[in-house]
T-cell receptor, first 114, second 115 residues
Framework: DADVTQTPRNRITKTGKRIMLECSQT?????MYWYRQDPGLGLRLIYY???????NKGEISDGYSVSRQAQAKFSLSLESAIPNQTALYFC?????????????FGPGTRLTVL | GDSVTQMEGPVTLSEEAFLTINCTYT??????LFWYVQYPGEGLQLLLKATKADDKGSNKGFEATYRKETTSFHLEKGSVQVSDSAVYFC??????????????FGKGITLSVRP
């Protein structure tokens, strides 16, 4: 079984809809991250969490919110989806001891907003 | 702020060709440097890393040397295979930011290897 799982893997939705992307991990890591990947732009950090009570904004948090329900679960929400949020979204985890050095990525969620 | 610059892509090579992918960085302190690889349909995975100047990271035939004087971390492989076709990301983690360190990624470059 994969250590970092994301659901759904693909989602098509309409402008204005609320969407939740979920991430679960079995690695026992404290730190979790949400990124989006766009062609030609690489990966950009949306939000990150260093433990259950800690949530931090990344470089592109506008239009997104997150919830760290447990050490193993970190959800990303789009309250009112818009077309320029169409992207590939990745969840990642890292170990506190290693800091950000080695991150383990999920398989990604491809989101299309029409 | 911290930044990572990768050469423009895509790159297409024939099998067994020599590969170089350039990466330069800007950071406040002395960062740790990484190459991550993304195979088609998958998430990123760590390929190699180097944590201090003159260190060489290596894995799966790939190598990169941390060059402080040129602020570079170029990825090389002597003989690429079709299975190396993927997107490659250079990244850094700046210890100057302490416990709150995060990864800063370059834009990535797509490598295609022809049989």
């Amino acid at each position: 079984d994969a250590d970092v799982t994301q659901t759904p893997r693909n989602r098509i939705t309409k402008t204005g809809k609320r969407i939740m992307l979920e991430c679960s991990q079995t690695k026992g890591h404290d730190r979790m991250y949400w990124y989006r990947q766009d062609p030609g732009l690489g990966l950009r950090l949306i939000y990150y969490s260093f433990d259950v009570k800690d949530i931090n904004k990344g470089e592109i948090s506008d239009g997104y919110s997150v919830s760290r329900q447990a050490q193993a679960k970190f959800s990303l929400s789009l309250e009112s989806a818009i077309p320029n949020q169409t992207a590939l979204y990745f969840c990642a985890t890292s170990d506190l001891q290693q800091g950000a050095d080695t991150q383990y990525f999920g398989p990604g969620t491809r989101l299309t907003v029409l | 702020g911290d930044s990572v610059t990768q050469m423009e892509g895509p790159v297409t090579l024939s099998e067994e060709a020599f590969l170089t992918i350039n990466c330069t960085y800007t950071a406040t302190g002395y960062p740790s440097l990484f190459w991550y690889v993304q195979y088609p349909g998958e998430g990123l995975q760590l390929l190699l890393k180097a944590t201090k100047a003159d260190d060489k990271g290596s894995n799966k035939g790939f190598e990169a040397t941390y060059r402080k004087e040129t602020t570079s971390f170029h990825l090389e492989k002597g003989s690429v295979q079709v299975s190396d076709s993927a997107v490659y990301f250079c990244a850094l983690s700046d210890p100057y930011t302490g416990a709150n360190s995060k990864l800063t990624f370059g834009k990535g470059i797509t490598l295609s290897v022809r049989p």
